[in-house]
């Protein structure tokens, strides 16, 4: 068959699912002159991925997967020991962590606790005036029980929690808050929130949707609102580490550490002008997020938080927030292969041996937090002994030429 004007989302249509792939690759390679072998070398089955993951698919890019742990947790959801496996191609991302998780281990571990804020959505809706937008609010929380029960007529693991009014000229937001079970839930809460919408500008005179997103959710953006009300789960985290521990596994002292912190986290970040107070919250959750199948988009708000660390009679307390931790364990790239694996290797406590099947995404963000601030720790700690550099020349690239 002549492919020469085919167009790229055709494949499926005309060749079986088995053989699309190859096909739309060996078609890419003619009209770019680049070989994709490396790409197509695969063993994801199309089937599992075909209309649910990806279109126009060409095949697979490998990223290393290393272990962290165990790192001993006493959370809300989980107690207990854990290893964390992290996707990643940064050298010293895995050791740091690792290195965070032995002395948090050694000091008695890292205390969480979590709360479910649950995921938004906030359609945007144009009105005549300011006081059509006080008649929309006003219709909106006398007929609440009502559009609750809308929204889980088509999906009964979605719940529509509540509706936050924002308001500006003719502009109404209507941000919605959803509980979407064990999924992360972003699709479920849009068609909900569209279905709601359309109920509104039918019932209120004198507005119009314009759009089902209108940026006060807010979804895979920094936002100085989620960092205040929190989305999906606000997750906080505390340690104690010794001095004896400081100095065994840091070869620093506490003081050195929470100088760091001070001047680096909280004034540097203060000064350049950013709204996130830590130091790499994103390259664990990062890490995190590729390996258990995550929305990749969701780093952004995920990695919002602040981080602490204060000097203790020569020991360090340790704390972080993140309040917009976006995740869950049923769903979108939870559902392939390794992911799922990585998934359940990552919520299997060692000691018991046994995997948490009961609130399974509350107990996922308690653990990938844990691996947030083990690695934020460690780098503190690299940083005030001037062992930052050394790390990355030892681990993150080659020194003598050779992979």
């Known amino acids: 068959m002549d492919t020469k004007n085919i167009k790229l989302y055709e494949f499926e249509e005309i060749y079986s699912l088995k053989s699309a792939k190859g096909k739309r690759s060996n078609y890419l390679k003619e009209k770019v002159g680049k070989d994709l072998n490396h790409i197509s070398n695969t063993n994801l089955d199309p089937k599992e991925i075909y209309k649910k993951n990806i279109e126009n698919y060409i095949g697979t890019v490998e990223i290393p997967v290393g272990v962290a742990g165990p790192v001993l947790i006493h959370g809300d959801f989980v107690d207990g020991s ?13 050791a740091s962590t690792n290195r965070g998780a032995s002395i948090t281990r050694a000091s008695g571990g ?11 959505r906030a359609p945007l809706f144009r009105c005549d005036g300011i006081k059509t937008s006080r008649d929309v609010i006003d219709w909106v929380k006398k007929n609440f029980l009502m ?8 999906d009964t693991h979605l719940k529509l929690i509540r509706i936050e009014p924002y308001s500006h000229g003719k502009n109404l937001w209507l941000k919605m808050f959803f509980d979407t079970d064990e999924a992360m839930g972003m699709n479920m809460a849009t068609k909900a929130a569209n279905l709601i919408s359309e109920t509104v500008i039918n019932k209120v005179k004198g507005l119009e949707l314009l759009s089902v997103s209108g940026n006060m959710c807010t979804d895979k953006k920094p936002s ?13 985290a505390e340690c104690l580490i010794k001095e004896e521990y400081i100095e065994k596994y840091f070869r620093t002292t506490a003081k050195k550490i929470a100088s760091i912190n001070k001047n680096k986290i909280w004034e540097g970040t203060g000064l350049s002008g950013g709204s996130s107070y830590n130091a790499h919250f994103a390259n664990s959750i990062a ?3 590729a390996a258990t199948g995550q929305d990749l988009g969701h780093v952004v708000d995920s990695s919002l938080g602040y981080s ?20 869950g364990t049923h769903g979108g790239g939870t559902k392939l292969t390794k992911q799922r694996q990585c998934l359940e290797f990552m919520l299997t406590e060692v000691e018991s041996k046994t995997i948490i099947t009961k609130d399974m995404s509350d107990a996922l963000a308690e653990i990938i937090v844990a691996s947030v601030l083990c690695s934020e720790l460690s780098l503190h ?13 030892t681990f993150g690239r080659s020194t003598n030429g050779k992979n």
């Open 381 to 393: 700690a690299a940083l005030a002994t001037n062992e930052h550099v050394k790390a990355h020349e």
């Open 224 to 236: 100085i609102l989620n960092m205040i009300t929190g989305r999906g789960r606000r997750v906080r």
């Open 147 to 154: 559009l609750s029960k809308l929204a889980n007529k088509d």
């Open 287 to 289: 890490a995190c997020f």
């Open 82 to 94: 854990f290893y964390i496996p992290m996707a990643t191609t940064e050298g010293t991302l895995v």
């Open 308 to 327: 602490t660390m204060e000097e203790s009679n020569n020991d360090l307390y340790v704390s972080i927030t993140l309040p917009c931790v976006i995740i």
């Open 110 to 120: 890292i205390t969480i606790t979590s709360e479910f804020i649950g995921i938004t």
